[in-house]
Structures are given as C-alpha cells and as structure tokens.
C-alpha cells in the first residue's frame, strides 16, 4: 500500500496543488490538512507560521506520513529551513517555491519582467528571488504583496466591487511582466480575474511541482488513491469556497491541533 502524502495549507489554497497531485498520481493516498483556525498566514510573523506548520507536521507524523508537500509559498518561504532540520530522518519535504524555482525561469530571455504575486510573508522573504537567481541572475523580478487576496478565496467575495477594486491595484503593478507567477496557492482561483486584467503568461507553480513529485516518490498501483480531509475550524465553510477546485463529497474532519 502506498504511503499517504501528506499536504498542507493554511486552507483552500492547497486545493490548487492537490488537484495537480491527483490528476498525475491517482493511485496515491493523501492526507491534506488545510489550517483554517489560522488562516491567513501570509500576514503573520515567521516564528508564528513555523509553530503552525511544525503542529500540523507532528500530526502527519502521527498519521504514517513519509513524504510532505507544502502546498504553500508562506511556509515554504519563511519556516522550510527550519522545519527540514527538526524533521530530518522523518519526513521528505517537497516545499514549493525551493522545488520549482528552476522551471520558472525557463524560456525567459535577460531582463524580461517577472512578477511574483504573493503574500506580504513571501514577497518580505524574497525567497523566490533568492531561489530564482540560483538560475538565472538576469531577470527582472518584481514582488508584489497581495495582502487580502486569500480572504477573498476564502469568504468567496470574488464578486464584491471592493475585491475587483484591490485586484486590479494590484495587477497594473505587473502590466509589463512576461510573465506572472502566481505565488500563493490560493491565487489559481482568481486566475481568470487577473487575466481580464493583465494578458500575459501565467505560472501556476502547483502543476510543476505535481511533476517534479510524482518522478521522485510516485510508486504506481492498481488501487484508487484515497483522499482524507483535515481541517482546524468550521469543516463547511471549507466545503464551499474549496467548490471552485475541488467538489468535497466525504467527510471533512475537524482536527485541532495543538
Ligand atoms: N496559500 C498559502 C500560500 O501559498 C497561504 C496563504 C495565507 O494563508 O496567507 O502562501
């Protein structure tokens, strides 16, 4: 029997990667674990985001998990290091932004723009330019903080004037990008939103990712994968704004951590 994978989010965002995961892997066991008691992480401070996602691994432990995916630019960016050392030996992490840095790049030629659009933690951590430059020093990448965005995935306000409003600041930053990475998994659900706005090439780093860790651990097998459900408050409300990725027949736990 394969080995669950274990994804987390802060909520619904990780939805985004987990449909990637399971259109390549669908044999695969998953445990997604979304942290909707301390949703939005992107404007908490680094050591908060760490203890979050260090509960949420602890449990994951608990629960047979070898390998993790963090189906999240926040963690990945600000709390990875960290969490890789004290789960050394225990768990593989497959931390988004470090595993698909490279595929990002490609195609792009010197001084073409690209704009990252993420949370106010990632773009202050600068992770993705770090990460990107490892490959290519001559790009041109603009961070844009889009504090607010995950709220509106999350209550589902894509149709308030308000949200549009702060969408469109934010995009007419990256009028002039080649190309933009959607740098917070909570962002694919607003992608047809912002490409009203701005028409270039989008990157959704979710279906890189999927690739990258089905040819490192995928083990094939004849069974349909199971999928188990994990969240930290209110499991319904997570039904219905994960609607738009993901339709969530089962039973959605509510797991608190501590
Ligand atoms: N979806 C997450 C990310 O990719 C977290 C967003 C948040 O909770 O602020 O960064």
Redesign the pocket.
Known sequence: MNKPIGVL???V??LSVLVEMYKLMPNQDYIYFGDTKN?????KRPEEIYNYTKAILDFFVKNNVKNVVF?????SAVAYDKLKADFEGKLRIFP?IQTVAKSIQENLKNNDIVAIL??K??INSKKYETEIKKYNNNLNIIGIDCTGF?EIVENRLYNEKSSIELIKSKLQIAKDAKRIVL????YPYLVNIFKDIVDTEYYNPAICLAEIVKKEIYNPQKDKGKISFHVSKDPETFRQSAKLFFDIQQEINLTELK
């Open positions: 989010d802060s909520g965002g990780g949703v939005p992480y992107g404007t189906a999240c630019n926040t963690t988004l993420a949370t933690a990632t995950v740098g917070c998994t909570h």
